[in-house]
């Protein structure tokens, strides 16, 4: 099955740090989603990027499909930002997810 | 915006009992699953279903899981005889249509399940 691949396992930052988290997928696939979960455990869709580049407010997107890679941009890190940021890819009909980056952003 | 809602949010139970998830997908869309998430590991899949059939489901979904679609607007996800190790947040999730094809999946809040 595909293997995913987030770095880094941890990031702490100090607030307003710029962070990039990585994903490696061993496959092709048409769906990519970016998650991050909040402290409460709740799963807070952030992208859907199967390729291309999103971007919305202080975080944005970018997949290369044919290399097999996603990154996620935080700039201006808040102590709100802080929790578990998922990567999950698949072909249909499943996600099948990374083992997350945990984030932690201290005043 | 639209949001796929879970009850209960937590739920207790003791070992060897029926438990019933339950879930309000968002309303157009028309792939609906279950995952789970044991506490501090990734998340799982666990089924999907579509066209009120399962179209896959993980080793994970054995025979003590069943999920239901009983009318328009409910998902349900059973586990007959709980174990000490169904305990977990068990995220349900729906994904709908856009121009483009498949949009991506929007989950559930979770409902955190202890089997005791």
């Known amino acids: 099955g595909i293997q995913v691949e987030q770095s880094p396992p941890d990031l702490i930052l100090q607030e307003g740090a710029n962070s990039t988290l990585r994903c490696n997928f061993s496959d092709s696939v048409n769906n990519l989603q970016w998650f991050h979960q909040n402290p409460w455990g709740q799963l807070i869709n952030l992208f859907y990027i199967p390729s291309g580049t999103k971007q919305n407010g202080r975080l944005s997107a970018t997949t290369v499909a044919t290399e097999r890679y996603s990154l996620l941009y935080i700039s201006s890190s808040q102590t709100t930002d802080s929790g578990v940021y998922f990567c999950a890819v698949g072909d249909q009909p499943k996600l099948i997810f990374g083992t997350g980056t945990r984030l932690q952003v201290f005043p | 915006e639209p949001e796929v809602t879970q009850t209960p949010s937590h739920q207790v139970t003791q070992m060897g009992q029926e438990v019933i998830l339950r879930c309000v997908p968002i309303?157009?869309?028309?792939?609906f699953y279950w995952y789970r998430q044991i506490l501090g590991q990734k998340v799982e899949f666990l089924v999907s279903?579509?066209?009120?059939?399962?179209?896959?489901k993980s080793e994970i979904f054995d025979d003590q899981f069943s999920v239901e679609r009983p009318d328009g607007s409910n998902f349900t996800l059973k586990i007959r005889s709980t174990k000490l190790e169904d305990s977990a947040m068990y995220f349900c999730?729906?994904?709908?249509?856009?121009?483009?094809?498949?949009?991506?999946?929007?989950f559930g809040q979770g409902t955190r399940l202890t089997v005791v």
């Open positions: 999730a729906s994904r709908g249509l856009s121009r483009q094809g498949t949009s991506g999946a929007f």
């Open positions: 309303s157009n869309h028309l792939y």
């Open positions: 279903f579509y066209n009120n059939e399962i179209s896959e």
